[in-house]
């Protein structure tokens, strides 16, 4: 190559991909005629192994930024993991080192490579930032918008504080990564490095840390989107400063399958993570009394079983030795449309859910829904197409045991049908893509976002041992 021709940018390695700079159409958030897409960075911890509707979610918001015409540049740990838009020309990603969180489905960066990755994002930054939730991959996105002066956008996918309770004992483990990943940032890290002291702090100290940390995040941010007014008003309890805008995650009705084959009686359906914060032990003894009065009932478990605590996965493997409890294991998303066709109530226990892909797409597919959260409340018409029990084993198997009955009557069942297909229909992967898309234009030609004002959180309820700010 001669002297004086520039070296060209390596199409399948990351660290030569270049990020143009651009103009948008303030109208119709499209590259104009004589600019250049945006480049939108991706910034998530949870992009794998693992299925999740975070890891979906982020999927969909990555497609949807493509198909208008704009580049994605996705900045995750290394994983294994469903990757659909790998091969796409526009998008680019950097992986960083990790390690698995025992449990959690999710593998956790240090903070290898962090300083490299730092200056190099710093020196050539993309347009928007946008991050995931917290962890060491966030954080390496917030700073980087700090440093590169470029507009920070933070997603808050998970209620921090459930999440805390329930992984308590890796509080501390979560905690000393955070710290050391934060203390490679500095300009001086070595120096920093040496007076850290790392110590197993009492349960609950390692989660406060935690929360600080994120409220810091949230209040930096230019602009925190939530999937739920339940989230929303989390992250403002968590961090009361911070500008909030609820922008529900979309899901398009999945691919048609035929149904599975009836079984002799109802079929009850749970689809998800199988993990102890998702309730699955109460739904598991609601299951038994359900069982008392419908002997034929059946419940299905779709997710990946093997994976999870040791006391729940022989808990589950002794209720389907026990009769009626049908653990299926992983589905190709693809796939699970045969699973909800299949089925007659979709029943949810998690109290720890922002959103819940899952609900939405059973209600796209026409199924009842039980569930126990009253804040998850897009796709749920109580009364009409859902029954939202109690946190107890009682409530629970009487709200499945109601809907069961509600629907030996043919009007009802078609109500309800209709109503979770309208519900899940106003939630589209296109209708969260067009307002996300809204609101990186907006930022990036320095107009002000609106926020959702309606949020009331509930300031006068100490959380996690009071206030962080």
Not at 164 to 189: C, T, V
Not at 296 to 311: C, K, P, R, W, Y
Not at 427 to 446: F, P
């Amino acid at each position: 190559m001669a002297d004086d021709q520039p070296a060209q940018p390596d199409a399948d390695n990351p660290m030569t991909f270049e990020f143009p700079r651009v103009t948008v159409d303030a109208g119709t958030n499209a590259p104009t005629a004589a600019g250049r897409p945006l480049t939108v960075a991706q910034f998530t911890d949870n992009y794998g192994p693992a299925h999740s509707g975070l890891l979906y979610a982020v999927q969909f918001l990555e497609s949807q930024v493509l198909a208008a015409g704009h580049r994605v540049l996705l900045v995750a740990p290394e994983a294994k993991g469903p990757n659909p838009l790998a091969g796409n020309p526009h998008r680019r990603e950097i992986r960083m080192p990790s390690v698995p969180i025992p449990g959690a489905g999710i593998r956790l960066s240090l903070g290898k490579d962090l300083e490299f990755r730092l200056a190099q994002l710093v020196a050539d930054p993309p347009d928007i930032v946008h991050v995931h939730g917290l962890g060491g991959v966030g954080l390496l996105g917030m700073w980087v918008a700090q440093r590169a002066n470029r507009p920070l956008v933070v997603t808050w996918h998970t209620d921090l504080e459930a999440y805390a309770e329930h992984y308590w004992h890796l509080g501390p483990f979560l905690n000393a990564a955070y710290r050391l990943f934060a203390a490679r940032a500095e300009s001086k890290p070595w120096e920093k490095l040496r007076k850290l002291r790392l110590k197993r702090p009492r349960r609950g100290g390692a989660q406060l840390e935690l929360l600080q940390a994120a409220s810091d995040m949230l209040a930096t941010a230019d602009l925190v989107t939530t999937p739920s007014d339940k989230t929303g008003k989390r992250v403002l309890e968590l961090s009361p400063g911070a500008k909030v805008r609820v922008v529900p995650n979309g899901a398009d009705p999945l691919p048609a399958r035929a149904p599975l084959p009836p079984g002799r009686g109802p079929r009850l359906l749970y689809v998800g993570r199988v993990s102890p914060e998702k309730g699955l032990e109460l739904l598991l003894d609601a299951f038994e009394l359900v069982r008392d009065f419908e002997p034929n009932a059946e419940l299905m478990i779709v997710g990946d079983f093997h994976e999870t605590t040791q006391s729940l996965r022989r808990r589950m493997l002794r209720a389907s030795r026990g009769g009626g409890v049908r653990l299926v294991g992983r589905v190709p998303h693809e796939e699970l449309a045969a699973y909800y066709a299949g089925s007659d109530v979709f029943v949810f226990p998690s109290l720890t859910d922002t959103q819940a892909l899952v609900l939405h797409e059973a209600a796209l597919c026409g199924l009842p829904l039980v569930v126990v959260d009253p804040e998850l409340n897009l796709v749920v018409d109580p009364g009409v197409n859902a029954l939202v029990a109690r946190q107890n084993m009682v409530s629970l198997s009487q709200a499945i045991m109601s809907m069961l009955r509600q629907l030996k009557d043919p009007a009802f069942a078609t109500r309800a049908a209709d109503r979770s297909r309208e519900l899940a229909g106003r939630w589209t992967i296109e209708r969260q893509a067009s307002e996300m898309l809204g609101i990186y234009t907006d930022l990036m030609a320095g107009r002000p976002v609106a926020v959702s004002a309606h949020l009331k959180p509930d300031l006068g309820r100490p959380r996690l041992g009071g206030r962080l700010h």
